[in-house]
């Protein structure tokens, strides 16, 4: 029975534990929140925790506040909680001019723009949903080698992503590029050697906007979905039930998804809102063994 009672508690404690805060707020002046070149965080009010300076934690939503990260090779993990603007005064995200190998990853983007890469190399933006009210979701300028991946990406103006000014050999992939009112993706001429695969681009009023840029969009054996495909290519079909479609979805005079597939790529996921069913019936089929080892089988005469 004591085994019991503990199991029990440690249960309920763990459960509580793993829902997220999600309405937990701190009261915040509007600004810009921080990451210096030395690791402090300012200002020191700000919702953002790290224990070694590496790795910095979201402990609440964040409003009407910028981030300015000044620091290289760390990361910033959302947690879930959403970075998000309730006035109209432009707040722009997450900066990261001039840094090299950041993460920014399990963010909630609502502001006036996305995640900004200026002069940025090596830094990888993963799991984030960014949906910015006026500008670019993600704005890469004179940055390369930078990864984007597994992102919910959809802009109310502008592009999705946008390439520019020397914005070389970046890899977008496992992307959801979705409803975007203008332009899913944009990638200027002077923008080259990018690797666009394994994306998603679904109802955008313009999947890709390109013209003479050297680009890849598959890898080789697989590309990316799109959900006009169909119309443009009636009469295509499937390769030898390969997923993938027979006929290259053009995408400008030199470029092309060679192998576009016929479903969506499945983006891995899982959700946070599993564990605690999981974790429940996990806890359920210990407690069924417990009062089965407190209760041996009577021994039959």
Sequence with gaps: MVQFRLLLLCSLFLCFSIIPLTQTCFAQEAGIIYIRA???ID???APISTVDNITYTFSSYIFNNS???ERDNIIVDGTGFALQEESASGFSGID???RTNVTIENT????ARGISLADSSGNSISGNNIAPKYGNS???SNSSGNSISGNNVTADSGSGI???YLSNNNTISENNIVNNPFIGIKIKPDSIGNKIYHNNFINNAIHVSTSIGINVWDDGSKGNYWSDYSLKYPNATEI????VWNTPYTISPSEADNYPLKNQYVIPEFPTFMFLPIFMIATLFIIVILKKASNPSRIES
């Excluded at 030898?240 to 997923?243: M, Q, R, T, V, W």
Aim: aromatic share 4%; net charge negative.
């Design 138 to 140: 993600i704005y890469l």
């Design 240 to 243: 030898d039930d390969s997923g």
């Design 38 to 40: 030395d690791g402090s």
């Design 67 to 69: 981030i300015v990260i």
């Design 43 to 45: 200002p020191l009010t």
């Design 108 to 111: 909630v983007i609502s502001c």
């Design 96 to 98: 990261l001019t001039g």
């Design 162 to 164: 946008l390439l520019e």
